[in-house]
C-alpha cells in the first residue's frame, strides 16, 4: 500500500504504524461449576490483577462462556487465559488457582489445551493441600487430583500444556473527548471477544495508562506515556493533533499472530466511528519484540 | 497386513500359547504355524491346531483368532501394541502382562486374565473367570494400570489389590472385588456382590447399579454431585464402556461416599447412586 496514501475507515484515519509485540507463553483453563454466576466468581477472581507481566506476574482475561453441554463435566463454565514467562506463569497458576477457583463453592478446572510445547504442575502443585486424603484418577490418558474440600471436593487437572503466544499487541484509540474513545473501546472490546484464543487483559479490556519505556527518574523502568498524554501537548514531543483530547489503549494477548492479528482488526473497525479522529499502536521502533503488526496491513 | 487364524482342532490337553499375541500378526502364515506351544511337557506347534492366513488390517500388528479357545491359555500375553481380535472365548492366563495395545475378546476369558496388565485397552464381550486383573499369587499388586470392560460378569475376586487402571463391569461383579485395592477405578454397571472392596486401602468403586450390604469396614460419608462423575462418564461413555448409568453423566446427580474399608487404610471409597 503506498504510503501517502491515507486509510480511513468511516472517517477516521488508520496511522501508518504498527503495534510491537513479544512472545510469551499462554494457556488455557476450563472452570466449571454448579451455576455460571460461581464460574463467573472464580474466572473474575482468577483473572484479577493480571494486567501486565510487569507488575503482575502474568496476563489473563476470561477467553469465553461455555455451555454445559460442551463442558468437561456438564456444568456451567468459563475458558480462562493466561500468559507469560514459563517460570512465572507456573507459579502464577498454582497460586491463583489455588487461591481463587479452588476457594469458590463447586468449582472444578480442567485444562483447555489438548498440547503444547511442555507442560506446568497445576493439581500436582495443589494437591499437597488434601493432607494425604486427596485422591488422583486418569481420564482420557491424563490425571486429575480431587482434593477434599468443605462442600465435597475440588478436581483439578493434574497439569497443563504450555504453548508459544503472542502478548501485547495493540492499538490506541486517539478520540476528541472521553465519550468518544471510551464509545469507541466499548465497541472495539465488544468485537473482539467474539475472536477465540484472545484475552484483553486490562479492566474491561481498556487501558487508560499507557507506558513508555524509560522515565525522567532513575528507578522506574516504564513510565506514562508522555506523547498521548493530551494534558502534555505543550510540554513534549507530542503525537496528538490539536483535535484529540482522550487516548485508550487496547491490549491484546493471543495463542498466535493470526488471533491477534484478527482480534484488532475487528477490534480496529469496531472502534471506528464518529470522534474517534485517530487509530495508532504502541511500539518501541521494532527493535524490542518479534511480532509486528502494521494497522494497515490489517485491512489488506 | 494382518494375520488370520482359525482353529481347526481343539486341544484334547489345554495348550500354552503365549506367542498368540498381535506381535504374530506381521509374521507369514507359514511362520506362524511354525510358532512354538506348550501342550502339558509335550512341545507342540501353532499349525497343529490353527490355519492361518493373511488379511487386510489397518495395522500391521494385528491378528484375528477364530474357534473355541477355551482349552488355549495365555492368549495375548504380554501385548504391548498393535491389536488383537478373538472371535470365541479364551482360556485362563489371557492378557497376562498386557501393557499395551487392544484385545477384542468375542466371548469369554478363564480365570486370572489380565493380571499383571500395566496399560493397553480390552473389551470383553462375555463373562471372565476368578482373578481378572487380580494379584497373581505372591504378587503384592493387581491390575496395574489400563482399562477392561467386561459386558458380561466377573467371577470372584476380581482386580485384588489393583494399584492403577480402571474395570468396568456391565454385568455382576463378583465377590470380593477390589479386595485389597490400592487405587484404581472399579466400575460396576451390573450387581455388585458382597464382600466389595474388602480390605481396600485407596482406589474408588462407583456402582451404577444394584448392590449387596457394604462391609462394616465401610461407613457412609456424606452425599453430594462431585464434578468429577459426569467427567469420569463422559470419558466412559467416549470409550463405549457405559451403556448403563446415564444418569451419572448428569451434573448434579447425588451419590452417596462411602468411606473404607476402615479395618485396613480406609482411604478408599465407595460411591452409590443416592435415590
Known amino acids: 500500500m503506498d504510503k501517502k496514501e491515507d486509510l480511513r475507515i468511516k472517517d477516521t484515519l488508520i496511522e501508518d504504524t504498527f503495534a510491537e509485540a513479544f512472545a510469551m507463553w499462554g494457556t488455557r483453563l476450563i472452570v466449571t461449576a454448579p451455576s455460571l454466576y460461581w464460574a463467573r466468581q472464580a474466572g473474575l477472581s482468577a483473572t484479577g490483577f493480571a494486567a501486565s507481566v510487569i507488575g ?16 468437561p463435566d456438564g456444568r456451567p463454565g468459563l475458558s480462562l487465559l493466561f500468559f507469560g514467562g514459563w517460570n512465572d506463569l507456573e507459579k502464577q497458576l498454582a497460586a491463583r488457582v489455588g487461591q481463587t477457583i479452588m476457594t469458590c463453592p463447586g468449582s472444578a478446572c480442567y485444562s483447555g489445551l489438548s498440547e503444547g510445547e511442555g507442560e506446568v504442575p497445576l493439581g500436582g502443585a495443589l494437591r499437597y493441600f488434601g493432607d494425604t486424603y486427596q485422591t488422583s484418577k486418569l481420564v482420557g490418558g491424563k490425571r486429575y487430583w480431587r482434593i477434599p474440600v468443605m462442600d465435597g471436593e475440588f478436581t483439578v487437572a493434574d497439569k497443563v500444556p504450555l504453548r508459544r503466544s503472542v502478548g501485547g499487541g495493540n ?24 475472536i477465540r484464543g484472545v484475552v484483553m487483559p486490562f479492566p474491561g479490556g481498556v487501558v487508560r495508562s499507557g507506558s513508555k519505556v524509560g522515565s525522567r527518574y532513575k528507578f522506574p523502568g516504564a513510565s506514562t506515556n508522555t506523547a498521548y498524554c493530551p494534558t502534555l501537548r505543550p510540554l513534549v514531543k507530542s503525537a496528538l493533533p490539536e483535535s484529540v483530547h482522550c487516548v485508550l489503549e487496547i491490549v491484546v494477548d493471543g495463542f498466535d499472530e493470526e488471533a491477534v492479528r484478527g482480534a484488532m482488526r475487528v477490534g480496529i473497525e469496531a472502534a471506528c466511528a464518529e470522534g474517534v479522529e485517530r487509530i495508532s499502536a504502541g511500539n518501541y521502533g521494532g527493535s524490542l519484540g518479534p511480532f509486528h503488526f502494521h494497522l494497515r496491513s490489517l485491512f489488506v | ?19 498368540l499375541n498381535p506381535s504374530a500378526g506381521k509374521l507369514k502364515p507359514s511362520a506362524a504355524a511354525r510358532l512354538p506351544v506348550w501342550q502339558g511337557r509335550e512341545r507342540a506347534e501353532l499349525g497343529d491346531f490353527f490355519s492361518a492366513a493373511r488379511m487386510n488390517t489397518e495395522q500391521e500388528e494385528e491378528l484375528y483368532i477364530e474357534g473355541n479357545l477355551e482349552r488355549v491359555k495365555r492368549i495375548g500375553q504380554n501385548t504391548a501394541r498393535g491389536k488383537l481380535v478373538v472371535r470365541g472365548s479364551c482360556g485362563m492366563h489371557t492378557g497376562e502382562g498386557m501393557s499395551g495395545g487392544e484385545i477384542e475378546i468375542h466371548g469369554g476369558v478363564g480365570n486370572w486374565s489380565f493380571c499383571l496388565m500395566s496399560g493397553g485397552v480390552v473389551k470383553i464381550f462375555g463373562g471372565a473367570g476368578a482373578f481378572l486383573a487380580a494379584a497373581l499369587p505372591g504378587d503384592a499388586r493387581g491390575m496395574r494400570g489400563g482399562a477392561i470392560f467386561v459386558r458380561g460378569g466377573t467371577g470372584w475376586r476380581a482386580a485384588e489389590r489393583m494399584r492403577r487402571g480402571l474395570l468396568v463391569v456391565e454385568g455382576m461383579l463378583g465377590e470380593f472385588a477390589g479386595a485389597e485395592m490400592i487405587a484404581g477405578t472399579i466400575v460396576s454397571l451390573g450387581r ?7 480390605s481396600m486401602k485407596r482406589g474408588s468403586i462407583v456402582i451404577a447399579g444394584e448392590h449387596e450390604p457394604f462391609l462394616c469396614g465401610f461407613e457412609k460419608s456424606c452425599v453430594y454431585s462431585p464434578a468429577f462423575m459426569p467427567f469420569l462418564w463422559r470419558d466412559l461413555e467416549a470409550r463405549g464402556f457405559a451403556a448403563k448409568g446415564a444418569r451419572f453423566a448428569r451434573a448434579g446427580t447425588k451419590l452417596a461416599r462411602w468411606c473404607g474399608d476402615l479395618t485396613s487404610l480406609g482411604k478408599g471409597e465407595i460411591l452409590v447412586y443416592e435415590r
Open chain 1, 56 to 71: 503482575c506476574g502474568c496476563e489473563a482475561g476470561i477467553e469465553a462462556e461455555i455451555a454445559p453441554d460442551e463442558s
Open chain 1, 171 to 194: 492499538f490506541l484509540i486517539l478520540a476528541a473527548d472521553e465519550a468518544c474513545a471510551l464509545s469507541g473501546a466499548e465497541n472495539a472490546i465488544r468485537a473482539m471477544r467474539e
Open chain 2, 1 to 19: 497386513m494382518g494375520l488370520l487364524l482359525k482353529m481347526i482342532r481343539e486341544p484334547d490337553i489345554p495348550i500354552e500359547a503365549e506367542c
Open chain 2, 192 to 198: 455388585a456382590m458382597g464382600r466389595l472392596g474388602a
